[in-house]
């Protein structure tokens, strides 16, 4: 059971950057994957924008216009797309993997840092 976090680097303020988080190892359905980041110093509770299995998506304000998620099943794949990236966006991003019910399960992948200079 794994996620793969990829996509992170630096990058200037005003730039774009694309992240992955692919799974392995357990069913990629029914579900909820969220990135999270969590900035220098900070801790990891905030949420940038998550995805459900059916497609539905939500971002939090701070990134709305900016950030963008989606997936591919077939690859088990979310993606999530940064653009006009700013100072502040500057975190390590993680994404989660969440199903509830009887085939519940919780899955982090490490993280992929992003970093944007000014």
């Known amino acids: 059971v794994q996620l793969q976090a990829s996509g992170g680097g630096l990058v200037q303020a005003g730039g774009s950057l694309k992240l992955s988080c692919e799974g392995s190892?357990?069913?990629?359905?029914?579900?909820?994957v969220g990135w999270f980041r969590q900035a220098p110093e900070k801790v990891r509770d905030r949420i940038s924008c998550?995805?459900?299995?059916?497609?539905?998506?939500h971002c939090e304000d701070s990134v709305k216009g900016r950030f963008a998620i989606s997936r591919d099943n077939a690859k088990k794949t979310v993606y999530l797309k940064m653009a006009n990236l700013k100072p502040e966006d500057t975190a390590v991003y993680y994404c989660?993997?969440?199903?509830?019910?009887?085939?519940?399960?919780?899955?982090w992948g490490k993280g992929t840092e992003v970093t944007v200079s000014s």
């Open positions: 989660n993997f969440k199903r509830w019910g009887a085939y519940a399960i919780d899955v």
């Open positions: 190892g357990f069913i990629w359905d029914d579900y909820v």
């Open positions: 998550v995805i459900s299995s059916d497609g539905d998506t």
